[in-house]
T-cell receptor, first 112, second 113 residues
Framework: QKEVEQDPGPLSVPEGAIVSLNCTYS??????FMWYRQYSRKGPELLMY????GNKEDGRFTAQVDKSSKYISLFIRDSQPSDSATYLC????????????FGTGTSLTVIP | DGGITQSPKYLFRKEGQNVTLSCEQN?????MYWYRQDPGQGLRLIYY???????QKGDIAEGYSVSREKKESFPLTVTSAQKNPTAFYLC????????????FGSGTQLSVL
């Protein structure tokens, strides 16, 4: 079983839709949770960063962490064609080395 | 501007040749990483370094080598022992103890001639 599981999609939605992206994980020691956006053949860009449980909102983006279910989500409101990209989740433990664990990414297309 | 610079953007390797990918950061970050990205496989860790003159193997270190002689620089050499080097290579860095956020460079696409 992989440490982090992420549905690869592809996911296709109309402009203006609410998008929900999800990852599950198996390691209960993960404390830091991140979402990255990656355009084709570019480096991943950090979108959201959360420590431990709870929600975090930044503009049209909301990140949720449910540690009891080992489940994290990224919601995109009023999706735009410019949101079309691959979204990667990542996580790591607290104070145990410096390794990050990544999902395989979900490909999203927002149709105008 | 502060950031992570990878070069070249595209690189071609001939059979039996070693090639070196450059990664430079001016963020004053302690830790630096090299990842390999293949379609459908996500990011796989090649090597990482937490401090100058020290580095650790990741999950797929065979056929690769690194050095960390300066805090700002973490070059990756793809040796002739790496039989399937075609991939997108990403360098990243993190400032330990200051939010633990990982930032990436723009990547290098390596292909075999």
């Amino acid at each position: 079983q992989k440490e982090v599981e992420q549905d690869p999609g592809p996911l296709s939605v109309p402009e203006g839709a609410i998008v929900s992206l999800n990852c599950t994980y198996s390691n209960s020691a993960f404390q830091y949770f991140m979402w990255y956006r990656q355009y084709s053949r570019k480096g991943p860009e950090l979108l959201m960063y959360t420590y431990s449980s709870g929600n975090k909102e930044d503009g049209r983006f909301t990140a949720q962490v449910d540690k009891s279910s080992k489940y994290i989500s990224l919601f995109i409101r009023d999706s735009q064609p410019s949101d079309s990209a691959t979204y990667l989740c990542a996580m790591r433990e607290l104070n145990t080395g410096n390794q990050f664990y990544f999902g395989t990414g979900t490909s999203l297309t927002v149709i105008p | 501007d502060g950031g992570i610079t990878q070069s070249p953007k595209y690189l071609f390797r001939k059979e039996g040749q070693n090639v070196t990918l450059s990664c430079e950061q001016n963020l004053n970050h302690d830790a630096m990483y090299w990842y390999r990205q293949d379609p459908g496989q996500g990011l796989r860790l090649i090597y990482y370094s937490q401090i100058v003159n020290d580095f650790q193997k990741g999950d797929i270190a065979e056929g690769y080598s690194v050095s960390r002689e300066k805090k700002e620089s973490f070059p990756l050499t793809v040796t002739s022992a790496q039989k399937n080097p075609t991939a997108f290579y990403l360098c990243a860095s993190m400032n330990q103890g200051a939010g633990e956020k990982l930032f990436f460079g723009s990547g290098t696409q390596l292909s075999v001639l």
